[in-house]
Every structure is written in C-alpha cells, then in structure tokens.
T-cell receptor, first 115, second 114 residues
C-alpha cells in the first residue's frame, strides 16, 4: 500500500520569507513523487516531480523540492514567498505496479502568504 | 489545446436522482481517472481507465459507474444520488506508457445533493 502524509493543515508566512510545505510518504518500492497546487475554484496544477537522479528538483514558479530517501520525505520549498503563492498544495505518490499508475494524495496544506 | 474539459461546472440534485458528469481530453492520453475532493481528505480515486474499453475501481467506487468507449471521453455516472456524494469531482488524464508523467486535471464539477 502507498500513502502520503502532509503533517501541517496550514502554513502561514510573510511575503519574502522562505516557504516550506512538508510531505512524507510510505511505499513498498521506488516512488514517483509529485507536488500540485490548487487555486480557488480550479483544478490541480502540476508543480514538480521526482523520478530519479538528483535529490533536489526544480519546478514551476520558483518552487523546488528535496527528496530524502532515508527520511521518506519530499518537502516543497520556495526561498522567497509571494502573496500569489497563497493556495492549497498537495503532495502525491505514484507506484508503478501491475497495469496501473494510481496516484495517492495527501490531505493538502493551505498556504497563506501575508503582505 | 483545451486539455481536460469537465461539464457541468455546478450541479444540484435531489436524493435519488441520477446524472452523468462529463469529462473529455484532447491530448490522446490513455490513462484517465475520476477523483472526489472533500475537505481535509485530499483527493480520493473513484474509478480509472488505462484505455478504451478498460476500466477499474479505485478507492471509493460505490455508487458510481464509468465507461470508456473512446480515448477522449470518460463519463462518471451517479446511479442514485445520496447526500454523501456531495463533493467536488475532478477528472484527470496522463500518458499511460510514460508512468513518470504528471496528471492533467480539469477544473472540477461542484455537486450538491439535497
């Protein structure tokens, strides 16, 4: 079975400060890890993914994430947050198994960036 | 390029009514899926399909049916609506044979069951 945990329901930061959204996962095998962002009344938008290789991956809008296999974590980071980064963020894991690519999502973290 | 298109955007039903949520994609993706989003629960997989004529159940399939007669379309049917099915429904698609590719999401259907 695969699962994803986002331990923080909400993250509040001031504009210009670093932003971190935490994610831990549990899979029996090598995971594909994804981050998505959701703005109000919209679908999920892909931010970045880890498949293999360099543990630090860079994505859209200045976001990056660090894969840590020993801690089974994939935290999302942004060095300097913007008010426009306020949104709902989801971590997801996919495990290649026989004939399906099911994606398991965390519960989501609401990010609020104050001016 | 429209991506994934869901209709309707909003719908209110009475308990016991049936309806079909439409989903269409124009990216020739083999893999399509339906999720429901409820507060504090993330997205939960209802049904998915890896190609025309092939469907399978996800995490929460009860009360829902799907079919996949074409690559482009993947409708979700509520057979007899219940208040517990009040939710936001998302359709998503991705290439099947490229398992490391992200899923593309529609903008959702907001469904209320009275």
């Amino acid at each position: 079975a695969q699962s994803v945990a986002q331990p923080e329901d909400q993250v509040n930061v001031a504009e210009g400060n670093p932003l971190t959204v935490k994610c831990t996962y549990s899979v029996s095998g090598n995971p594909y890890l994804f981050w998505y962002v959701q703005y109000p009344n919209r679908g999920l938008q892909f931010l970045l993914k880890y498949i293999t290789g360099d543990n630090l991956v860079k994505g859209s809008y200045g976001f990056e994430a660090e894969f840590n296999k020993s801690q089974t974590s994939f935290h999302l980071k942004k060095p300097s947050a913007l008010v426009s980064d306020s949104a709902l963020y989801f971590c997801a894991v996919r495990l290649l198994s026989h004939n399906d690519y099911k994606l398991s999502f965390g519960a989501g973290t609401t990010v609020t960036v104050r001016a | 390029n429209a991506g994934v298109t869901q209709t309707p955007k909003f719908q209110v039903l009475k308990t016991g009514q049936s309806m079909t949520l439409q989903c269409a994609q124009d990216m020739n993706h083999e893999y399509m899926s339906w999720y429901r989003q409820d507060p504090g629960m993330g997205l939960r997989l209802i049904h998915y399909s890896v190609g025309a004529g092939i469907t399978d159940q996800g995490e929460v399939p009860n009360g829902y049916n799907v079919s996949r007669s074409t690559t482009e379309d993947f409708p979700l049917r509520l057979l007899s609506a219940a208040p517990s099915q009040t939710s936001v429904y998302f359709c998503a698609s991705s290439p099947y044979r490229e398992g490391n590719q992200p899923q593309h999401f529609g903008d959702g259907t907001r469904l209320s069951i009275l």
